[in-house]
Structure formats: structure tokens, C-alpha cells
Nanobody, 124 residues
Framework: QVQLVESGGGLVQAGDSLRVSCAAS????????MAWFRQAPGKGRECVVT????????VYADSVKGRFTISRDNAKNTLYLQMNDLKPEDAAVYYC?????????????????WGQGTQVTVSS
């Protein structure tokens, strides 16, 4: 059973940086694509960024391009999301998700495993 545990969320001010992490267990981490999704109150879950199994290809939502960076350390079974220049509209619960496929994909249905989420709050 794949388990994903996010950490690193918190309360920051607009313009600040924050890094969230996702520790994975239960299968070979490096064999599958991963993604970060987020969901704000009253809104649907959206894909922030996805990364392929080897970390060579990533696809970002337009709203975070140039500010957020995804990375993965397959040796440590950990996925990261570095968020810079945070804006109030970035506030949401951030979820780590694991695919059963190798290719980066923004579609929610491609992800079979989800973490419990970590809250990111951005004050203006």
C-alpha cells in the first residue's frame, strides 16, 4: 500500500517562500510520476505541477510558473515543492499524489494515491 505524508505547510506572508515535502513509502518511489495538487475552500482540486518518474519533465500550472519548483529525490523517496513569492491566492491545502504511470500528467484521474494534505496560508 502506497503511503504519502506531506509536511512543511504553514502560515506565511505574501512574498515569502515555503517548501513542502512528501515522504512516500510502500513501493519503488522512483518508478512513477508524482504531482502536487491544491484545493482552496469552495474550489475544486487543481494540479499545481507534475513530474515524471525520473525527474526530467515537469508541467506547471500557469498560475505558478516561475515561482514554484518541483523536485524529487528518488534515493530518499521524497517529493518537494519549493514555493517562492507566495500570493494570497496560493493559500490552499496542498496534496501530494502518486501515479501508476511514468509520464507527467496534470489530470486528477491519473493519480491513484493521495496524501492527507498540508495547509498553506498566505496573509496579505
Amino acid at each position: 500500500q502506497v503511503q504519502l505524508v506531506e509536511s512543511g505547510g504553514g502560515l506565511v506572508q505574501a512574498g515569502d517562500s515555503l517548501r513542502v515535502s512528501c515522504a512516500a513509502s510502500g513501493r519503488t518511489f522512483g518508478g512513477y510520476a508524482m504531482a502536487w495538487f491544491r484545493q482552496a475552500p469552495g474550489k475544486g482540486r487543481e494540479c499545481v505541477v507534475t513530474i515524471d518518474w525520473i525527474g526530467e519533465t515537469s508541467v506547471y500550472a500557469d498560475s505558478v510558473k516561475g515561482r514554484f519548483t518541483i523536485s524529487r529525490d528518488n534515493a530518499k523517496n521524497t517529493l518537494y515543492l519549493q514555493m517562492n513569492d507566495l500570493k494570497p491566492e496560493d493559500a490552499a491545502v496542498y496534496y501530494c499524489a502518486a501515479s501508476n504511470y511514468r509520464s507527467a500528467d496534470y489530470r486528477t484521474g491519473q493519480y491513484a494515491y493521495w496524501g492527507q494534505g498540508t495547509q498553506v496560508t498566505v496573509s496579505s
